[in-house]
């Protein structure tokens, strides 16, 4: 059984999910599900579809990079923490010195998207920095 | 003796009745059963006109489109097979990164707030292990897919 039959769930999940670029390609032992979303829920529309496959998420033989991008700067962003504060950063890694916090569930502002795992984010109150890409919804 | 003519004579007649139908096989139905002959190639047609067989349209590898002419070629009533087909560019390949200091940060950078999953370099293979829940094992696939470094090796437990 090829990769692409084993994963067709997802594959078919990823092209009704409206993605950009979307490319889907057996190399090497893995089947690489590439594209860009619009939305987190698109997003998270592909990554359901492998979960109900492979509950666990450890497979190797998949590789899924889809990314939200192309959103415009001042697009509404909702922190999704599991219970604590996002830290804001002066720079785009957790070495980076914290210059704000925002509260799971709250709204901050896209300033720019800096790279597929860190995005500068400003809040309501005015602090501006990078935040985890991870833990904001769009 | 007679009898045994009389055999033979319809015998012939029979097979040239066979062969004459078989010449009779209209263009239209030579299309109908070759278009059968080649379904499993979407993007792609063929028309035969006067028992010549004109496929056309784009395959997705050069082997597909030698098996759909052999197929072709092998409907009885098409002469020959004119290839005016093409096959796709193959699609670029993935580019996989290697396994170093800056993409094993960003690894680390993943995993700082899921406790109990470590990241290592075992010789060039990254290498995750520990224990923790479904929805965090998720959020460190989605990061570490993110980085495209081909094959690792993930034995993180999920309880």
């Keep these: 059984m090829s990769l692409q039959d084993k994963y067709a769930s997802v594959v078919s999940a990823a092209q009704s999910a409206g993605l950009s670029d979307?490319?889907?390609?057996?190399?090497?032992?893995?089947?690489?599900?590439?594209?860009?979303?619009?939305?987190?829920?698109?997003?998270?529309?592909?990554?359901?579809?492998?979960?109900?496959?492979?509950?666990?998420?450890?497979?190797?033989?998949?590789?899924?990079?889809?990314?939200?991008?192309?959103?415009?700067?001042?697009?509404?962003?909702?922190?999704?923490?599991?219970?604590?504060?996002?830290?804001?950063?002066?720079?785009?890694?957790?070495?980076?010195?914290?210059?704000?916090?925002?509260?799971?569930?709250?709204?901050?502002?896209?300033?720019?998207?800096?790279?597929?795992?860190?995005?500068?984010?400003?809040?309501?109150?005015?602090?501006?920095?990078?935040?985890?890409?991870?833990?904001?919804k769009a | 003796?007679?009898?045994?003519?009389?055999?033979?004579?319809l015998a012939l007649m029979v097979s040239m009745t066979a062969v004459s139908c078989k010449k009779k096989v209209s263009d239209a139905e030579l299309t109908s059963q070759a278009t059968t002959a080649i379904t499993a190639y979407p993007g792609t047609s063929v028309e035969v006109k006067e028992g010549q067989a004109h496929l056309s349209g784009v395959f997705a590898t050069e082997a597909d489109k030698q098996a759909a002419i052999d197929a072709l070629k092998k409907v009885q009533g098409i002469k020959d097979v004119h290839d005016m087909a093409t096959v796709a560019p193959a699609a670029a390949p993935v580019e996989v990164n290697t396994v170093d200091a800056a993409v094993l940060q960003k690894v680390n950078d993943a995993l700082k707030d899921i406790p109990g999953v470590k990241a290592e370099d075992v010789a060039g293979t990254l290498t995750l292990t520990g224990t923790t829940t479904a929805a965090n094992a998720r959020k460190v696939k989605e990061s570490v897919d993110a980085l495209k470094i081909g094959k690792y090796d993930n034995k993180i437990t999920v309880k």
């Design chain 1, 22 to 136: 979307l490319s889907v390609q057996e190399q090497d032992g893995v089947l690489y599900i590439t594209g860009k979303a619009s939305s987190s829920a698109a997003k998270d529309s592909v990554w359901n579809a492998l979960g109900a496959i492979d509950s666990s998420y450890t497979a190797t033989d998949i590789n899924i990079d889809v990314q939200v991008s192309g959103l415009a700067a001042g697009a509404s962003l909702t922190v999704a923490t599991d219970e604590s504060n996002l830290n804001i950063r002066q720079e785009p890694s957790t070495e980076a010195a914290v210059v704000g916090k925002a509260a799971k569930g709250e709204v901050v502002t896209l300033v720019e998207q800096s790279s597929d795992d860190w995005w500068k984010i400003k809040t309501a109150d005015g602090e501006e920095g990078y935040a985890y890409a991870r833990y904001l």
């Design chain 2, 1 to 9: 003796m007679k009898k045994t003519f009389k055999i033979a004579a």
